[in-house]
């Protein structure tokens, strides 16, 4: 059975974000990572040594397919949540009231989400940025995601 918080990572290029969520994802309460596309998955000695052993505490699971993953959720009655820059998203401090079961989307490196992804989320949101820079990494921004998605 599926655990009630989970993270979708679609098309994740580095081994060492793949860890990083692991532990955050542990860390922060989240129940599972879905990995998809061309992420990396366990067992690698490039995400143990991030992860510090967290794929072993969690449910994940491996599906090529992004969106078919994504549009299981759906079905499943997961609330789908980009987190992402758009003209339409949401400040994720500001969200409100979540369903408890919640799947939260990353994107990838360069790209950020697909737009095929964008589209099935139920709702999409950003991480203000005050700085110079207007991104950050996907784990760190996952790690914000997670706690402030959290409750």
């Known amino acids: 059975m599926r655990p009630n918080r989970i993270i979708v ?11 990083a969520v ?17 992420t990396g998955a366990p067992p ?6 991030v992860s510090l052993g967290a794929e072993n ?5 491996q599906n090529e397919n992004a969106a078919k993953a994504i549009l299981e959720l759906k079905k499943e009655g997961y609330c789908i949540i980009g987190l ?4 339409d998203s949401t400040d994720i401090f500001d969200v409100g009231p979540l369903p408890q079961r919640r799947a939260l989307v990353l994107g990838n ?7 095929e992804l964008l589209r099935l989320c139920d ?7 005050r700085g110079a820079k207007q991104s950050l ?12 998605l959290g409750e």
């Open 9 to 19: 990572c679609p098309d994740i290029r580095s081994l060492h974000n793949v860890g």
């Open 109 to 115: 490196e360069v790209l950020g989400i697909s737009d």
């Open 84 to 87: 992402e820059q758009t003209a």
């Open 123 to 129: 709702r999409v949101v950003e991480i203000p940025m």
């Open 57 to 61: 505490a969690l449910w994940w699971e």
């Open 137 to 148: 990494n996907v784990s760190v921004a996952c790690g914000v995601a997670l706690y402030a």
């Open 22 to 38: 692991f532990r955050t994802a542990d860390a922060a309460g989240w129940g599972g990572v879905l990995i998809c596309g061309y």
């Open 44 to 49: 690698d000695r490039r995400i143990e040594k």
